[in-house]
């Protein structure tokens, strides 16, 4: 199976597809031979890209991954490139209807056993890593939160500055001494972490944001039930919270929803309102202190073995390119069936791009409740998108075009293969827990860090992060893991990238064998052996969604 696979030049997603994949760049005048086809290509097809596999008229339904993801324009030839000038979105209508999916559970036999060890919080959840978490309830304490980051940080050693500030030094030593600072290379200094005070604290996190005030009520309640489970999430072992005094979001508001979402809430909880105290600078020297007190403490916690049913793990794609639904996306989705099998939580979101997968997503659905509960938020998700002049169709950003993504429904229906092939067990809406095992859909944005941050939100303890074109998104408690589609990528992003799935490209491993592979490394980025690259570099992206606003 592998050598054929190695000399493929293209690759047809599902039976039913009118349109092949090319592997690798194809020359204009080049005949492809296919499952006993052969293709004359009307035009140079860069690998990612697509060619249609017949003559078509205007208003032809184009098919990729079994489902309709556009409808040709203008008359095309057979063996020409797909482009936004000949191709226009489509999608099939999709609704409810009693369907009895069966599901066929990869064999789990070898980890049936497997274990890693995590946090376990008095609650019985079971924490990836050991954050303290600083919170602010307006935007207003932003800039208190900067300094005592930037204290904290550097003298506890979770600075990542340290060779950027060394640099600066040495050009300003070059400047002032009349040298010439095109002499003066940058080095690279060992990880910070080996100065870390308190070796059982995987860092502390702080969650700026530009909400709490001036905006609706709405938009303030919001932003108190995301904080709130943030402040539960089981990788958050304690919470600085700092709030104004005067916001729209008060901290009452906050408390009673981090009690309503958890009643035997019991982490400490320090409460700063500048309002009521003597001065900033008592205000931060206070926050400060407390909270070092609290590491103290944490850091008496230590790792415990846990099943991987414990574990909690969101699937997301961004930069995403054409070989996001041929490699990186099918192999994530072999983990998620192997999670599901093994009883953990898989969280599926960005609801933009489920669009053209609706009805497979439907159809999976355990309950009747949850697949109208998907469909209602779908349609009303859309047709908020499409009051303020937008819609799902247009997602794909310039780079997804570009990279061979040229419809919606092309980047959605390769965007759902993250979730696999097992049944839906709940649907939530953003900010709702997950307390199903199994497969759940979180109503998210597709954009990247909107979308993270509603992953962390919903429980996800981990993060399977697939991109094609690069992307540095992390989230301040929950490890991003990033998952590179092709080899090049991998090797040039090296700094970022974790998991290279190129070989399933080159025919060297199988999309299971690939899926496998990155169910190893979760287990171990679990377990604190292996430190994502997202996390060593402190990419600690939070951005709250605002509804209807966002793709």
């Known amino acids: 199976m592998l050598e054929n696979e190695v000399k493929r030049l293209v690759i047809k997603m599902h039976p039913e597809d009118n349109v092949l994949v090319a592997l690798t760049d194809l020359v204009k005048g080049e005949s492809v031979t296919f499952e006993e086809q052969t293709y004359t290509l009307q035009d140079t097809i860069k ?7 017949s003559d078509l008229r205007e208003g032809a339904e184009i098919i990729m991954y079994g489902v309709l993801v556009g409808k040709v324009q203008c008359d095309v030839a057979k063996g020409s490139l797909m482009t936004t000038d000949n191709l226009k979105h489509a999608a099939e209508p999709y609704g409810y209807r009693d369907v009895n999916f069966a599901w066929q559970a990869p064999d789990i036999s070898k980890y049936k056993d497997r274990t890693f060890k995590g946090y376990k919080r008095n609650d019985g959840r079971f924490g990836t890593a050991n954050y303290w978490l600083f919170v602010p309830t307006v935007f207003c304490e932003n800039r208190n939160l900067d300094v005592i980051k930037e204290a904290l940080h550097n003298e506890l050693g979770y600075s990542v500055s340290d060779k950027y500030t060394q640099y600066t030094h040495q050009l300003l030593e070059a400047y002032q001494n009349g040298e010439n600072i095109d002499l003066v290379n940058m ?47 089981p990788n958050v072992a304690g919470i600085t919270l700092l709030s104004l005094g005067c916001q729209h979001l008060q901290v009452q508001d906050f408390t009673n929803d981090v009690k309503k979402q958890n009643p035997s809430f019991d982490k400490p909880l320090f409460i700063f309102e500048q309002q009521q105290s003597k001065s900033e600078e008592q205000l931060v020297a206070d926050a400060i202190k407390k909270t070092f007190e609290g590491l103290i403490e944490i850091n008496k916690q230590e790792r415990v073995l846990a099943p991987l049913s414990e574990l909690c793990v969101g699937v997301k794609c961004g930069g995403s390119d054409g070989f996001s639904g041929v490699s990186a996306n099918p192999a994530v989705g072999y983990t998620s069936d192997l999670l599901v099998a093994l009883g953990a939580k898989v969280l599926l979101a960005e609801f933009p791009e489920l669009c053209g997968a609706e009805q497979n997503l439907i159809d999976r659905c355990t309950t009747e409740t949850a697949a109208k509960k998907f469909i209602d938020l779908m349609q009303s998700y859309d047709a908020l998108a499409h009051k303020v002049g937008s819609g799902f169709h247009m997602n794909p950003s310039p780079g997804n075009i570009k990279d061979g993504l040229i419809t919606d429904a092309i980047k959605s229906a390769g965007a759902a293969k993250k979730g696999g092939t097992a049944p839906v067990v709940d649907v939530l809406d953003y900010t709702e827990p997950a307390t199903k095992a199994g497969l759940s859909l979180v109503c998210t944005p597709g954009n990247d860090v909107e979308a993270t941050t509603g992953k962390a939100a919903s429980g996800a303890t981990l993060i399977l992060f697939t991109t094609g074109l690069g992307t540095p ?26 998991i290279d799935c190129g070989p399933i490209i080159s025919g060297e491993k199988t999309i299971e064998e690939m899926g496998e592979d ?22 600690d992206d939070f951005i709250p969604w605002k509804r209807g606003v966002s793709l």
């Open 473 to 498: 998104t992390g989230n301040p408690v929950c490890p991003v893991i990033k998952v590179a589609t092709n080899s090049i990528l991998a090797k040039k992003m090296s700094d970022i990238i974790d």
């Open 47 to 53: 690998a990612k890209h697509k060619f249609y596999t």
């Open 187 to 233: 080095q690279l200094t060992p990880n910070n972490s080996a100065k870390r005070v308190f070796k059982n604290v995987d860092g502390i996190k702080f969650l700026n944001h530009q909400g709490g005030c001036g905006g609706t009520r709405q938009d303030a309640s919001t932003l108190s039930a995301l904080l709130a489970s943030y402040a539960n999430h």
């Open 518 to 539: 990155i169910l190893e490394y979760c287990i171990k980025a679990a377990s604190g052996e292996i430190i994502p690259k997202a996390v060593l570099l402190n990419q």
